[in-house]
């Protein structure tokens, strides 16, 4: 745990900062960089990340069934949809270790704008993707290939600033500047849920099928290309590479790193995986029952969506200040102790008609937002100061893929086959696994 801990008049002022050289002590004259600067290049590149995320999300389940599945029934076509989503989760881990070694050889500018390029052009090839009208079977493998790429962009897109952020901040502050890269994924979805219900409200269904759904995917196009300049901006300085060097921010061998942190991997995706769970559970999920099972249209309940990620981005707030009171791995347990309970009313309150199920998307969002807002936290504190750069992207893969990858498409296909008891249990499920893995790892602790 010392690689975490950082003293607080070291943080404020990194100008003044001393070196030892050849036995003398020196002065460095460079710049300061305050926690600040790193803090807003940190919601930048999220926010442009999440808003992709969840513009793909929301169009498999309000496009791609009837525009790539048009022969299969509503329920099945969206199953496939959610199929052809799982596939960013797989490729996520495989584009870390790739850019990794692009970063090792070429340096980090040309990783990350490597991997933004690729994303930004397989968001824009969905939104250019001939239909399986005009292309058939074709289509499916495009948008698929799409997707891969998509999750192979968006791992290779760490840039570890919020690892540098979680180390330079003030020490009583670690869990304020820990949320903040997590305000990202409210941010994202008001934006991504905004446009299409705009979109709904204002076009045919026939138009919004046609060509409507494609200019959210244009908009996250030209996002990623203004996210990518304001992270290059940063990342380039030599005030950043410095900070970086200091703390031993640097990629390492992903096998290396495997067998000495393995335990450290999977302790940290496990601790955080109720919030995962939770994550697509209270998005996009829901967004698919309604749809199928109910006479609310789409973009009534995407308002209500909307909503609950502006008390998502309150909690995600909020977790920052409680955890900086009580601890992180307090506050973690606590949520998933929650999240156990709120597991166990998901059948009373989805089929409770519109309030109940009001009720379940503005708590379900309020929750996830003090759970997720320590999330990052969870899955980077492990980590010696030589593994902590390639450790937390890897951990954050895994916890991705374990716990939110699948969530739509099983919990849709348990509700749908089973009923919505099963959905509860696959909720508890990660609840217990989070709860499991934060008592027997006492290193997320964040109070001095």
Known sequence: MTSIHI????????????????????RSDHPEIAPGEIAIGVVIGRASEYFDFFVYAIASVLVFPAVF?????????????????????????????????????????VKLTAALFILGLSTAGIAFLPTYEHLGFASIVLLSLLRIGQGIALGGSWDGLPSLLALNAPANKRGWYAMMGQLGAPIGFIVAGSLFAYMLANLTTDDFLDWGWRYPFYVAFAINVVALFARLRLVSTPEYARLLDERELEPTNAIEMTRSQGRNLIIGALAALASYALFHLVTVFPLSWITLYSLRAPSDFL???????????????????????????????????????????????????????????????????LSYGQAAGAVTANFPAKYRYTGAALTSDL??????????????????????????????????????????????EIRD
């Open 303 to 369: 308002h209500i969506e909307i909503i609950g990620a502006v008390l998502m981005a309150v909690g995600v707030v909020a977790s920052g200040l409680i955890a900086d009171r009580i601890g992180r791995r307090t506050t973690l347990g606590a949520c998933a102790l929650l999240i156990a309970i709120l597991s166990a009313f998901v059948p009373t309150l989805m089929n409770g008609g519109e309030f109940g199920q009001n009720a379940f998307i503005l708590l379900g969002f309020s929750l996830l937002g």
């Open 69 to 109: 599945f048009p022969s299969e029934p509503q329920l099945e076509g969206t199953l496939y949809a959610f199929v052809i989503f799982s596939f960013a989760f797989l490729a996520r881990p495989f584009g870390t270790v790739a850019f990794m070694a692009i970063q090792r050889y070429f340096g980090r500018e």
């Open 399 to 444: 916890a991705w893929l374990v716990g939110a990858g699948f969530a739509p498409l099983v919990a849709l296909g348990l509700s749908a086959h089973f009923g919505l008891a099963y959905v509860s249990f696959y909720l508890l499920s990660g609840a217990a696994c989070s709860m499991a893995a934060l008592s027997l790892n006492r290193a997320l």
């Open 7 to 26: 003293n607080s008049e070291h943080s404020a002022n990194f100008s003044s900062q001393s070196t030892v050289k050849d036995g003398q002590t020196t």
